[in-house]
Structure formats: C-alpha cells, structure tokens
C-alpha cells in the first residue's frame, strides 16, 4: 500500500477497522495475491481523497445515526430518465414534481453508456463512467445528484455487476484476442466445458435467449452469456475484474449515488457442476463490497437486487455480526398480492407475510406494486398443494384474470415470456391498468373507474402499511395506463415490459384530470399520515391476523404502546370483518377518516381500506 503514510486520520481509521476481515476474505478468494490487494487499498484511499466535502459531510452524519434508512420517513420512486423528462436535465427541472409526491427516494433506472437497438433497457454496459448520450452527461447526472441532495432526496442507480456489453472496451480487446482480456469473461475454443456447464446452469430466458452460451464467429470461441447473447458474463475468480468493478462503483457513489443497486447479484460467480446461483462466493464478494464501502462511503447503501424465493433471498442480507446489502427487494410479496388480487383469497399473502414478520427488524425491504420488470409466478406452490392447486394451471388462471382473458376480469395485462410448452409465462402492466382503470375509462363506465381506483387506492394503503421503504413505479401516483406504443417499434415489440415502461402522461398533470387527481390526492394523505406516525416506523412490531373474511387482509402493527389494526379488502365486493379478541373498538380511530371503530361498524366496502389507531 504505497501511500498508507498520506493517508488521512479518518480513512485510515476506517481501514484499520476492517482490514484483517477484508484481508482475509480477499486472499482467500484470490489466493493469497497480496499485489492485487494492495492496489485495491491504494484505489479505495484514492476515491476516498477523490470524494466531495459535502458527500464526506454527508457520510459522517449517516455514520452517526446508522439507522437513516430505517425510519417511517422515507418514501421512493423509480423512473427511467427518458420516460419521465427526456434526460437528466429535464428530471432536474422537474424536481419540484417528484418533490410534491412527496418522494425523498429517488431510483433513476439504468443510464449508463449501452449499445443503442440491442439494449435499450439499459442493462448491457458498454462503460460504466458514461452516461448514454442521448440522457445526458456524467457532469449533468452529478447535478442532478447534488441538487437532490439539496432537497432531501437520496439517489438510487443501478450497477450491472455480472456482465457488459459486448461494445465494452473489455469485450473488444477479448474478441480482438487480447489474452488477458479475455481472462476477464469465460471464452472456450470449443464447445466441451460450455456444454458441461448447460447440463447443471438453468436458462434464465429460455423463450428469448435459450442457453448460456454464444458463439462467436469471428474469433471461433464460445463466450458465457448467461442473460443475452449481447451480455457477457464477468469473471470474479479474476481479482482484476473484482477491483476493477470496485473501482466503477466508487465512481459512481463519488458522483453522488446514495443506493448502489447490485444488479443480478445472485450470478456473478460461475463454477462447473452447479446452479451458478447464489454460491458462497457471492457472499464474499458481497460482504467485501460492504467493507469497502464503510471504509470509502459509509453514507452509501447496498440494495440487493435478488429476484428469488425468500429462502435465497434472505442470506443476502448477511449476518448482524457481517452484513451484506443494506436493503433487499420484497420481491415475493409483490407477486403474492397479485395473486391476491385474482383470486380473492388472501391466505397465501398472509402466510408471506408472516415469514416476512418473522425476520428481524434489522432487515430493510423495498416494498413494491410494480416495477420495470415483469411479474413472475414464483409462489410457494408446495403450500398449495395441500388445497388441490396445481401450478400449471394456477399460473393460467392468474395470467387468464390478470390479462382480462375471461373470468368476468376488467384487468388489462399482456404476458411476457410466454411459453406454451414451459407453461411459466409472467406478466406485465401497469398498475392502474391491471386495476381496470384502462377498461373502465375504454368503456366509459363511471361506476367501473371508481371501482378501479378504489382498488389501486387500497393496494397502495396495503403498501404503506407494511414495514421497510415502499416504492412507487413512476406514473402509478396519477394512475397511468399501459402504452402499447412499444409495439410501433422494432427493437421493442418482442419485450412487452415495455407496455408498463411508457412515456409519462403529464397531460394528466397539467390537465388535473379528475380520477388522476384523486388518486395522486389519496396516496399524498396516506403518505403523509405515514411519515407522522410513528407506528409505521422499522422497529415497530408486525403481524397478521384473521379478519373473518377470506378476502380481507388483516395486518397489525404496535411500537412503544401504541397499535395500529389495518384491514384491506381484496374483493369488489363489501364484506363484514371481525375485530381480533380482547379489542375495545371504541378506542381506536381511522388515521384517514378519523371515525372510530365502533363508529363504522363491521362492514367494509369493496377494495375499502381502514387504518385503524390506538394511541394509547
């Protein structure tokens, strides 16, 4: 480590702290290569030093109260830059709208340097230190950055880990023949070891780029592209990969990036013979990127982005003693409430929803409706059994209700991924379109519109509820529709999540078009109630409860005597609901309408809501 001797008192503290575990862990990776080492301090010393006077003011006040992240008060939104304002100059200009949303989280979706036609998600880095062009500049992202800061408003962007473009300057030298290049990816001659490898690695798109492997006509090799054949698989056993992406991340954190979004984290390490998913190794990766960060950033978070059922997804948060990511996604849960939503039946949420209570309180979920990606059926299809529902055909349904296929059905989804012979197609759409708000206003049915904002409203009530950090998928505040405009376009049309990945409809703003300005009227007043209770807040307790009603989800919630007893009912249709024993209705009072459980009765309307409170 050349320069320990100018390091200064604070990062050297910080070090100190942690450099026999982040030491032990890196030797034990990449075998005891103590030169790779000492570059990597040298490099995090040096984007410490390279970090602005107000990010370090910034870390050392989250460095005192560790807990920031935890708290009642934050509230998210992701968007894509385009979508929303054009580029990051136009998000700059419109902060004052993402302000009266009241949001204090923002997540810019993927924006980084990515082959134009081939990756228009944004998910194929072509260089990791440049913002695509037609979004604007690094120096405008780290204005925009600032200016949030100004504002209250933490920055989210992702950080596409396991593989890049194949227009990366790493890829180019790889397929120019560059032989250390190439030690950075997997490249083979031939396609012995690639197919010893398919017998055990599952396909993670198995309609639209079957395999894990694409060969390469003009070098004659086979090169591991587990995602895309345009996305090539990163090497972590080659610790000149691992410091190098280190070094991208600090990057990007110094440029004002509050929450590094680890994406596809449970891939990034290959080995022959297994899954290729979630092995220990990524752990370790992982638990080092966290040290790395304490030492270089501590005010910059990890959120894992771990599209797995709970068993897997859990370990990513680490141990109390060695934690990984900050915060991980709820992903099942998502996927649970619209199965909800089809079926009326809220016991498979509830059951969720309990295994999620029982963790502890030191884990932080990002809570969801929808998002950029699509909705996957990974439900816990062993639970059900034991109620005769077969998964093959459970799955139709959901897709059959949720794309408006029958079943008296007024949601209006598309499927992605549809595969006949699979029978695991996943589906997409904006929220208030699989509400029925689209059907609704295509018939011009009143009744059916307040009907699907009634049920968008309660869904966002359900959200607010539960513990963690709830994210609006931008548009879903002023209820927008899907765009079926994607379908115009030839590098698109095969994607349907881009039917829910739409321009934003500032008409509606501008306009206040009447149901939008009550549903963005309605999420403002449960926002802002749960940011002055404190019974929202990530220490308080959780539960369910029985409600009496199948189709009535009950969730408790008690912090320092206080107790919050929330109903939220799944069908268009009124039901009657019970209190849980030993409740005195009379001494709790609706946070929203401020009547009093006795008051209201045992009734509640379809898609209604109560956020019931005791104070006392």
């Not at 504002?151 to 593989?163: E, P």
């Not at 012979?421 to 009143?446: I, N, P």
Request: aromatic share 12%; glycine share 8%; net charge negative.
């Amino acid at each position: 480590m050349s320069g320990q001797k100018e390091w200064s008192k604070e990062f050297k503290e910080r070090f100190d702290k942690r450099y026999d575990e982040l030491k032990w862990l890196y030797c034990e990776m990449y075998h005891n290569d103590m030169h790779a080492f000492e570059w990597l301090c040298d490099l995090m010393a040096s984007c410490y030093e390279e970090r602005g006077k107000a990010l370090k003011k910034s870390d050392r006040l989250r460095e005192k109260n560790p807990d920031w992240y935890r708290t009642n008060g934050l509230l998210g939104m992701m968007m894509y830059t385009n979508a929303f304002a054009g580029d990051l100059k136009g998000v700059l200009k419109k902060l004052d709208y993402v302000k009266s949303c009241g949001v204090n989280y923002l997540h810019l979706m993927p924006l980084l340097e990515s082959p134009k036609g081939r990756d228009d998600g944004g998910y194929a880095i072509s260089d990791f230190r440049k913002v695509q062009p037609e979004l604007g500049t690094m120096e405008d992202l780290e204005r925009l950055t600032a200016e949030c800061h100004k504002q209250g408003i933490s920055c989210c962007l992702d950080f596409v880990m396991n593989h890049t473009s194949e227009d990366h300057a790493w890829a180019k030298a790889a397929r120019a023949g560059d032989a250390e290049a190439r030690k950075r990816y997997f490249f083979y001659d031939n396609w012995v070891i690639p197919e010893q490898f398919e017998k055990t690695m599952p396909e993670v798109f198995p309609t639209t780029a079957p395999g894990n492997f694409t060969w390469l006509d003009d070098c004659k090799q086979a090169v591991m592209t587990t995602f895309y054949p345009y996305q090539w698989d990163l090497n972590y056993a080659n610790c000149v990969v691992f410091n190098d992406m280190v070094g991208n991340m600090l990057f990007l954190a110094n440029k004002g990036i509050d929450i590094i979004r680890l994406d596809a984290v449970p891939y990034i390490w290959k080995e022959l013979g297994t899954n290729c998913r979630n092995l220990p190794q990524v752990h370790n990766i992982v638990r080092m990127m966290r040290l790395i960060g304490e030492i270089v950033c501590p005010g910059v978070l990890l959120l894992g982005e771990v599209v797995m059922e709970p068993s897997k997804v859990v370990p990513y948060f680490g141990t109390v003693g060695k934690p990984e990511c900050h915060m991980l996604y709820n992903v099942t849960t998502m996927a649970s409430t619209w199965h909800t939503l089809a079926t009326k039946d809220v016991s498979l949420l509830r059951r969720q929803m309990d295994k999620v209570c029982e963790l502890p309180k030191d884990y932080v979920f990002l809570n969801y409706l929808r998002c950029h990606d699509d909705i996957g059926w990974g439900l816990d299809y062993d639970w059900m059994k034991q109620f005769g529902t077969e998964e093959a055909a459970h799955k139709k349904y959901l897709n059959d209700y949720l794309t408006g296929r029958g079943y008296h059905s007024d949601s209006r989804g598309e499927l992605y991924n549809d595969d006949p012979k699979l029978k695991d197609a996943r589906l997409c759409g904006t929220t208030a379109s699989l509400c029925g708000l689209e059907a609704a206003l295509y018939e011009k049915d009143e009744k059916k519109a307040l009907c699907a904002i009634a049920c968008d409203e309660m869904l966002h009530a359900y959200l607010l509820v539960q513990s963690g950090i709830p994210v609006l998928y931008s548009g879903d505040e002023i209820g927008q529709l899907n765009d079926y405009t994607y379908k115009e376009e030839a590098a698109k049309r095969e994607d349907s999540r881009y039917l829910h990945r739409g321009k934003f409809p500032w008409h509606l703003v501008e306009e206040k078009d009447e149901l939008s300005m009550r549903l963005f009227k309605t999420l403002r007043e449960l926002e802002t109630a749960r940011a002055e209770y404190d019974i929202f807040d990530g220490k308080a307790s959780m539960w369910t409860f029985d409600t009496g009603s199948r189709s009535v989800l009950g969730i408790g919630r008690y912090l320092d005597g206080k107790k919050l007893l929330a109903y939220f009912n799944f069908s268009e249709h009124g039901q009657c609901i019970q209190v849980p024993p030993e409740t005195n209705p009379a001494r709790y009072e609706d946070i929203l309408t401020k009547k009093r459980m006795d008051e209201i009765g045992g009734d509640i309307g379809g898609y209604g809501y109560y956020w019931f409170y005791q104070a006392d």
